[in-house]
């Protein structure tokens, strides 16, 4: 680059600074008036500049900014390598679809083989299962965890199981002990969906580093953000070359976009019937897909990468004041409990609601959003409720039981790192003042008084 255009852009980028601390100052909070959201992008001026930055080189597809996410998220999470993709839902699809490989020999996912999973989860950690003609096994979860029940995974098991696809729900981690000997002793892969856990810890070690493949979101409700945006990480290299050429077209050459023939073979390889000679770079092994994400997706990444660990700590710290907070509502509420020998990343704080409750769970999420504090459920519920799923072929192990009930009654707040003190105080209040709000407002419409 010519010196001009470098000192434009240094112009530009002081410029992007001076802009964004103008146009996002931080507003202050307004009881009843500031909404408070369950999740959100938490941005700073260098996430706005580095992403102009990366708009200035007009690169477009993935490019030097993606070479760098991977390299430090895989780093970040303890493994080998990071393959970059344009959503976490892609992230599951890929790696899912790279276990069909061929290359795999006996050990490829074949249509009609068995996968297990839990019901009560997000539908992008079972859809691949479907799309690749998979058969879904479905087991319940447990409770205060809200993952899977590990006691059904030997009930669920025959000779068609080939693998484990399971998420970290809410970031708290699932028995990552247990799940790992049971795939381990019947030669299972073992897909981890992180989507919703980046930087949580199980018996010291990331989440993300005991399946074969682990996914990743970073949607910007996640812990970090790049608009849309996901990625698989792996420590082993037969998988890392399945992935990039799945996420590629389904191409045999492993020359980065807009690079040729690296390899210094490009013509000069014969691969099954094709003709000698024939361009490497047109050379297909696998049905793929293109699921790359842009580089200025990857510069946001790179720049929100650098803020990760404040981003787990202020986590961790708002679900610590939640928890203080409501414990003294526990006999209204179910409250969350970490797997033993983990430390989640919390992604939100769930709560399930007692049967003794005086209160349903939809007039308590109505008061929260009437007064401005943001609710999600768990998902989908017992996904096989769902239409989408009606149809489908599976397999259920138990009735379950606690999927139903956490379709009926779970529910979730914020943790998020946007979430002020004052808002945390805030939203601790009106959880105490709901119960007996929710019952004058029963009594009145019982009475038909106003
Ligand atoms: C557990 C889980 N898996 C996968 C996804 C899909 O991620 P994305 O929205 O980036 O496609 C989500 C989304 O929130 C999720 O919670």
Redesign the pocket.
């Known amino acids: 680059m010519g010196n001009e255009a470098q000192n434009l852009r240094e112009q530009i980028l002081r410029l992007v600074g001076q802009y964004s601390r103008a146009a996002f100052p931080v507003a202050d909070f307004l009881p009843e008036s500031t909404s408070i959201p369950v999740a959100g992008r938490c941005f700073d001026e260098a996430d706005i500049q580095s992403l102009v930055d990366a708009s200035l080189d007009f690169w477009l597809t993935t490019g030097r900014y993606a070479a760098d996410f991977e390299r430090d998220m895989a780093r970040f999470v303890g493994a080998a390598h990071a393959v970059l993709v344009n959503?976490?839902?892609?992230a599951?699809l890929l790696a899912l679809s790279c276990l069909t490989s061929p290359k795999l020999k006996e050990r490829a996912l074949k249509a009609g083989d068995e996968v297990i999973t839990v019901a009560a989860?997000?539908p992008?950690?079972v859809n691949p299962i479907i799309q690749n003609g998979l058969v879904p096994v479905f087991v319940d979860i447990s409770l205060p965890g809200y993952n899977v029940s590990v006691e059904q995974l030997e009930q669920a098991c025959t000779r068609k199981t080939k693998a484990v696809v399971l998420?970290h729900t809410l970031g708290n981690p699932f028995d990552l002990k247990r799940v790992a000997k049971f795939t381990k002793d019947h030669g299972l892969w073992l897909i981890e969906?992180c989507?919703?856990a980046l930087g949580s810890l199980y018996q010291g070690r990331r989440v993300g580093t005991f399946g074969d493949l682990s996914?990743f979101?970073?949607?910007p409700?996640?812990h970090i953000t790049m608009g849309?945006g996901?990625c698989v990480c792996t420590s082993q290299e037969e998988l890392r070359r399945l992935l990039e050429s799945f996420r590629d077209w389904g191409r045999d050459c492993r020359c980065a976009p807009g690079h040729d023939n690296h390899c210094k073979n490009r013509f000069g390889r014969q691969l099954g019937e094709l003709p000698f000679g024939y361009d490497h770079k047109y050379t297909y092994s696998h049905i793929g897909y293109n699921l790359k994400a842009t580089d200025m997706q990857a510069a946001v990444g790179f720049s929100q990468l650098k803020k990760l660990p404040g981003f787990i700590e202020a986590r961790r710290q708002n679900f610590e004041t939640i928890r203080l907070g409501l414990e003294d509502l526990a006999g209204y509420f179910l409250m969350p409990e970490e797997t033993p020998g983990s430390v989640p990343s919390w992604f939100g704080f769930p709560l399930t609601i007692r049967d003794e409750a005086p209160f349903g769970r939809n007039e308590l999420l109505g008061f929260l959003e009437e007064h401005r504090i943001a609710t999600r459920l768990l998902?989908g519920g017992n996904l096989i409720r769902q239409p989408a799923y009606r149809n489908i072929e599976h397999r259920v192990v138990s009735n379950l039981e606690v999927s139903d009930r956490v379709m009926m009654k779970a529910f979730w707040i914020g943790v998020h790192p946007g979430l002020t003190a004052p808002m945390i105080d805030y939203m601790i209040e009106m959880f105490h003042r709901a119960p007996e709000a929710l019952e004058a407002s029963d009594a009145r419409a019982k009475t038909g008084k106003p």
């Open positions: 959503s976490g839902s892609s599951n989860g997000f992008t950690t998420a969906d989507c919703d996914t979101s970073f949607y409700a996640h849309e996901g998902f």
